[in-house]
T-cell receptor, first 111, second 116 residues
Framework: QKEVEQNSGPLSVPEGAIASLNCTYS??????FFWYRQYSGKSPELIMS??SNGDKEDGRFTAQLNKASQYVSLLIRDSQPSDSATYLC???????????WGAGTKLIIKP | NAGVTQTPKFQVLKTGQSMTLQCAQD?????MYWYRQDPGMGLRLIYY???????DKGEVPNGYNVSRLNKREFSLRLESAAPSQTSVYFC???????????????FGEGSRLTVL
């Protein structure tokens, strides 16, 4: 059974620090990986996608993928209180397949 | 730009009642989805429609039916609601090119359903 695992948290990080969110997946054929952010009471929104091993940076966000170890992470630099949300990790085996979702990690940025 | 619009946003039902959740998107997306989200369980796919005229079961289809009315609209029906269907329901859409799914889903605001 394909699974995506995330620590549910909450993960508490001081404002201005680096927040590190991790996700592991069980299916070795997963090819595409996504990080969605969900504010409390709101719908998920895509913030990062990554397809190749290594790092991908977008502003304060960096996604890291290690297919050999089957994990993907999201780093948030200079964390802001507005980054407080639940972060959902999702994988996709192939472009024909549906996304497989983790349960999410709740991140709290303390001023 | 409205994006994905869901109605109603809140609904309370009694066990055994039926209802339909409506979803419409104005982004000319091919694929549409219905998810439910329960605490600690993430998003679970109920049904999806890869293109107009097709629908397929997802992970948790029992107790639900769907209709892809046209390219814009995808509805979810609960024929006989049960307390286990108390959840937040999200409609989503994505652009596909041929059979390729980009993985970038656009979500509606959610419909909060309580079944007593």
């Amino acid at each position: 059974q394909k699974e995506v695992e995330q620590n549910s948290g909450p993960l508490s990080v001081p404002e201005g620090a680096i927040a590190s969110l991790n996700c592991t997946y069980s299916d070795r054929v997963s090819q595409s990986f996504f990080w969605y952010r969900q504010y409390s009471g709101k719908s998920p929104e895509l913030i990062m996608s990554i397809y190749s091993n290594g790092d991908k940076e977008d502003g304060r966000f960096t996604a890291q993928l290690n297919k050999a170890s089957q994990y993907v992470s999201l780093l948030i630099r200079d964390s802001q209180p507005s980054d407080s949300a639940t972060y959902l990790c999702a994988t996709q085996m192939d472009s024909n397949y549906q996304l497989i979702w983790g349960a999410g990690t709740k991140l709290i940025i303390k001023p | 730009n409205a994006g994905v619009t869901q109605t109603p946003k809140f609904q309370v039902l009694k066990t055994g009642q039926s209802m339909t959740l409506q979803c419409a998107q104005d982004m000319n997306h091919n694929s549409m989805y219905w998810y439910r989200q329960d605490p600690g369980m993430g998003l679970r796919l109920i049904y999806y429609s890869a293109s107009e005229g097709t629908t397929d079961k997802g992970e948790v289809p029992n107790g639900y039916n769907v209709s892809r009315l046209n390219k814009r609209e995808f509805s979810l029906r609960l024929e006989s609601a049960a307390p286990s269907q108390t959840s937040v329901y999200f409609c989503a859409s994505t652009l596909t090119s041929g059979v390729r799914n980009t993985g970038e889903l656009f979500f509606g605001e959610g419909s909060r359903l309580t079944v007593l």
